[in-house]
């Protein structure tokens, strides 16, 4: 499993990211995603206007957790994330 974190546009899930909250904090270019942040629908009901629900509760900008590849949407859909930044905890189990 991928553990890269998730930006604006370049990661889905089942939609694009919709970055909104932490503009500030850019990967390639494009901000973090972070939990509450917006899905571009994909279609009907629970699919039409999602955010993510997870992020590393260890791993947080603003207060609000850092979504990374892996993390759900409330659509159900695992989103991608970005190789070279890798969001994963030390072998120890914390950071």
Not at 8 to 18: E, R, V
Not at 76 to 84: C, D, M
Request: hydrophobic share 40%; proline share 3%.
């Amino acid at each position: 499993m991928s553990f890269g974190v998730a930006v604006d546009a370049l990661d889905s899930a089942g939609g694009a990211q919709i970055s909104q909250a932490n503009p500030w904090y850019r990967l390639d270019g494009k901000n973090i995603v972070v939990i509450g942040d917006g899905v571009a629908g994909h279609g009907d009901g629970e699919h039409g206007g999602p955010v993510m629900a997870e992020g590393e509760s260890w791993y947080k900008v603003n207060g609000i957790a850092v979504s990374r590849a892996g993390h759900l949407a409330t659509c159900g859909h695992a989103t991608s994330g970005r190789s070279w930044y890798r969001l994963a905890p030390a072998a120890g189990g914390g950071i």
